[in-house]
């Protein structure tokens, strides 16, 4: 059985390469959620693609968990 022994959640803004442009606005970097799970062996890594505010999901990074 594995058991995790870390879990390091960051909040982290990277750059777009172009805009990105809906009719809320123009977007210049994402905001997104990196996860890290560690057990004894391996250290696994994801990614939440909730945004900023909840404009097309529900979901959102600093909404209710």
């Known amino acids: ?13 990277i750059p777009l390469v172009l805009p990105f442009r809906t009719s809320f606005g123009e ?11 560690g057990d004894r062996r391996r250290v696994r890594v994801g990614e939440c693609v909730s945004d900023v505010e909840p404009n097309f999901s529900e979901e959102w990074n600093e909404g209710p968990g």
């Open 1 to 13: 059985m594995t058991r995790v022994r870390s879990i390091e959640l960051r909040l982290v803004a």
């Open 27 to 37: 977007i210049t970097e994402k905001e997104c959620i990196l996860a890290r799970v």
